[in-house]
């Protein structure tokens, strides 16, 4: 089954997402997003993330965004992105604006939610390097490829490195997703990993010399 043009677009009435993680070792950050489109209650789920070897992390969590009638263009209070599809299964870029929580102990965080309200956005570009291959063949496929921007929090940062997106449909949360070390110019600083509640489960981004996102399911 080859993945195609098409599979770049929207797929109907159920839940379907995008995430994208990329991975800098030269400034020794990662960033992070997953948004969740659920037709049945009009609503979207949304996480973006900062992590950096040298500050605290910064997380942006909202689970009940009112859904877009069409693409992928969000806004809540103090949250607006973007995510377009320049040219299918190679280019894609991304937009945030947005306002999170940094993060000091991120086991408490995942508990009780506390943090230092920090502004957090972003400008990026994804360029593919590798063809898109099937993770779940007809719901979720993967690509690699190249991430660069610039990250903005209180100052603005360039972003160049390893990145690597997923696309998936017909399941609440996105399947796997890692940067290797071999996309990566260097090695990333081991951190805490995080946990962000999402979708009826738990995200988890985990960064040592591999930047790894994924999701379990509560009970799971």
């Given at each position: 089954?080859?993945?195609?043009?098409?599979?770049?677009?929207?797929?109907?009435?159920?839940?379907?997402?995008?995430?994208?993680?990329?991975?800098?070792?030269?400034?020794?950050?990662?960033?992070?997003?997953?948004?969740?489109?659920?037709?049945?209650?009009?609503?979207?789920?949304?996480?973006?993330?900062?992590s950096s070897g040298s500050d605290d992390p910064?997380?942006?969590?909202?689970?009940?965004?009112?859904?877009?009638?069409?693409?992928?263009?969000?806004?809540?209070?103090?949250?607006?992105?973007?995510?377009?599809?320049?040219?299918?299964?190679?280019h894609w870029s991304y937009g945030l604006e947005a306002f999170g929580l940094e993060v000091d102990d991120p086991e408490t965080w995942s508990t009780h939610g506390l943090g230092h309200r920090r502004p957090l956005g972003w400008e990026l570009e994804f360029e593919a390097d590798a063809a898109a291959a099937w993770h779940r063949p007809g719901e979720a496929y993967i690509q690699e490829g190249r991430g660069h921007g610039?990250?903005?929090?209180?100052?603005?940062?360039?972003?160049?490195?390893?990145?690597?997106?997923?696309?998936?449909?017909?399941a609440p949360a996105p399947p796997p997703i890692a940067v290797q070390p071999g996309r990566v110019r260097g090695r990333l600083a081991a951190r805490d990993d995080l946990v962000i509640p999402l979708a009826g489960g738990r995200l988890g981004l985990s960064v040592d010399g591999v930047a790894e996102l994924s999701w379990t399911a509560d009970g799971g």
């Open positions: 089954m080859t993945i195609g043009a098409a599979d770049e677009g929207d797929h109907g009435d159920v839940d379907e997402g995008h995430a994208l993680v990329v991975a800098d070792a030269d400034a020794d950050v990662v960033v992070a997003l997953v948004i969740v489109k659920r037709p049945t209650t009009s609503t979207v789920g949304f996480v973006a993330v900062r910064i997380i942006v969590v909202d689970e009940e965004i009112a859904a877009p009638p069409s693409r992928w263009e969000i806004r809540s209070s103090g949250l607006w992105a973007d995510h377009i599809c320049e040219t299918a299964l190679d610039i990250v903005l929090t209180d100052r603005t940062e360039p972003i160049d490195g390893g990145a690597v997106r997923a696309h998936w449909w017909g």
